[in-house]
């Protein structure tokens, strides 16, 4: 991740710790200005998914621990589906499976590519397409996001 600033380093370790009390895992939290106001959204995880009911239980413990901080809104949000890979843990959990690599510059013709992954460090990201193995320097990759599977939803039609 990111060097984040000294706020944004104390409201992370305030979230970590609520998350770990309520068996949440925090996956990010930023601060993000939009043209109304500036947003706190914090992004929790469990096995099986979140929850509406988990956002908003999270939310009401943790929101007297940041009132020092300054923000408009805070949201808890689930990362999605299509979550970009930030943590180790997310990594972790997502070798082998689907994802797409957007560059921050075309490289061979492409600017982005699809594949399993099979690797993602501070050096590289490497994926499997089909027969091909891909492999680009991390400093090079903007994003690296999962693909949903949607195959059981196309299966129940």
């Known amino acids: 991740m990111p060097p984040k600033n000294a ?11 609520m998350a770990e009390k309520m068996h949440y895992e925090l996956c990010d939290a930023a601060m993000e200005k939009e043209p109304t106001g500036r947003y ?20 009401r413990a943790v929101q007297p621990s940041l009132e020092n901080f300054d923000y408009d809104f805070l949201e808890v949000c689930s990362p999605g589906i ?17 994802v ?8 061979e013709g492409r600017k982005s590519a699809q594949g399993l992954l099979r690797e993602m460090n501070d050096e590289r990201v490497v994926l499997q ?11 090079a990759v903007a994003q690296v996001r999962l693909v949903p599977d949607l195959s059981a939803l196309e299966e129940e039609e």
């Open 40 to 59: 706190l959204r914090i992004y929790i995880d469990k096995d099986g998914g979140i929850t509406l009911d988990d956002c908003e239980a999270y939310h």
């Open 82 to 98: 299509d979550r970009p890979l930030k943590s180790r843990r997310d990594i972790e959990k997502s070798l082998g499976l689907l």
């Open 7 to 17: 706020n944004m380093q104390k409201i992370t370790v305030i979230c970590e710790k």
């Open 100 to 107: 797409e690599a957007k560059l921050y510059k075309p490289q």
């Open 129 to 139: 397409c089909g027969e091909e193995t891909l492999e680009f320097p991390r400093k």
